[in-house]
């Protein structure tokens, strides 16, 4: 038998309490607006608890819309996690140390001396400049690209995150897994889990790979999971300075406190959280193959994350064809590095401002 919640409406309900969703409920508590996080499990301890968190490194022709909301993120960046410190008094841990891309052939050297050109406030290492920067990467890469950016913890802004907008009034239910969208019309009334009704005017999708599942959402989202394969290293004796990525993969985001995160793996995997001998053994191999010194260091932690990803690769931001109901999901293997740019689209949207990046190749209803 479904209760309606015991508690006064919300102005606005999000679904999912990842970063995006904790993100997007701040910023709506910052307008005023009552706000209800409806999280399935626990908050932030899905995607966002698996991401590598890195920020600002991107490569793409300003063509790619994806360029545009990383740019615009990469200046919000620094105010936002500044930000979140001061609400929540937890350090993010926003680190500018730089992106370097790494070529392991002529082909992509190349490719870098080009993308130079078109990147701005890049870098162009030869071999000799990248073994400067870096001293134990292999002698097998030929050189690099250093690019703005660097890394958030992203654990600690899962908490600071959570506990910002506890403190600033937001109600997080737990254990909440959002059944179906209900109706009046042609508007969202609200939403509806196993065993109670949540009314509200608004209502933003922010369900990660869990998306998809939702009943009544108009277009229904193409979004399901990737699964990612990811460890972490005690690096204290190597010492990587900068985020070292890797053109088919794997990245490597050094953290302050010694850790370093090796990922990751991209598979259509359903489902199935496995961590798997070849996946691992994957990770391993090419670390060491990057960087030799990493053979003898000591494995941290081992763990997989669902990414939810796109059919056609670009997030949902936007509005969705029923009023008062929004799209926050499927931002893929780009994982929080658009985070606050994200936000800024969606609440332009929201409030019918003028929008800080191109709308259109984010809009739900192309999927219509």
């Known amino acids: 038998m479904l209760v309606s919640c015991g508690t006064q409406m919300a102005d606005a309900i999000v679904i999912g309490g990842g970063v995006m969703g904790l993100a997007a409920a701040r910023e709506l508590r910052r307008r005023q607006y009552s706000v209800t996080v409806l999280e399935r499990a626990q908050p932030g301890r899905a995607a ?8 600002g490194a991107t490569l793409r022709y300003e063509s790619d819309p994806r360029y545009a909301l990383r740019q615009l993120s990469a200046q919000l960046w620094p105010e936002f996690a500044s930000a979140i410190q001061e609400e929540s008094g937890i350090d993010p841990e926003y680190l500018e140390i730089g992106c370097i891309q790494l070529a392991e052939t002529d082909a992509e050297l190349a490719g870098l001396r080009q993308a130079a050109q078109r990147t701005d406030g890049a870098d162009f290492l030869d071999a000799e400049r990248l073994r400067k920067l870096e001293p134990n990467i292999s002698q097998h890469m030929l050189g690099g690209l250093l690019v703005p950016g660097g890394n958030v913890d992203n654990r600690r802004l899962c908490r600071a995150l959570e506990i910002g907008v506890r403190w ?3 109600t997080i239910e737990t254990g909440a897994e959002v059944r179906q969208v209900t109706t009046s019309g042609r508007s969202v009334a609200g ?16 369900a990660g790979a869990w998306s998809g599942a939702i ?7 193409p979004v399901g999971p990737q699964r990612g394969q990811i460890l972490a290293l005690d690096h204290a004796a190597v010492g990587i300075q900068h985020v070292l990525l890797t053109t088919d993969d794997p990245y490597f985001v050094p953290r302050a406190d ?9 598979e259509e995997a359903g489902w199935d959280a496995s961590l798997t001998a070849g996946g691992v053994v994957w990770l391993l191999r090419r670390a060491i193959e990057v960087v030799p010194a990493l053979e003898h260091s000591p494995i941290l932690e081992l763990w997989t994350g669902f990414r939810p990803l796109c059919a056609d690769g670009l997030p949902l931001i936007g509005r969705g064809a029923l009023d008062g109901l929004y799209f926050l ?25 003028p929008p800080p990046v191109a709308p259109e190749p984010f809009d739900p209803l192309r999927f219509t």
């Open 329 to 353: 999901t499927g931002h893929g293997p780009s994982g929080i590095a658009p985070l606050p740019g994200s936000i800024a689209l969606l609440m332009a949207l929201i409030a019918n401002e």
């Open 258 to 266: 010694g850790r370093l995160v090796v990922g990751a793996t991209r």
């Open 191 to 206: 939403v509806e889990t196993a065993d109670r009704q949540f009314p509200a005017d608004i209502v933003i999708v922010a």
């Open 48 to 55: 966002s608890w698996a991401s590598a968190g890195i920020i």
């Open 168 to 170: 600033a009034g937001v």
């Open 215 to 221: 009943r009544n959402l108009e277009p229904r989202p």
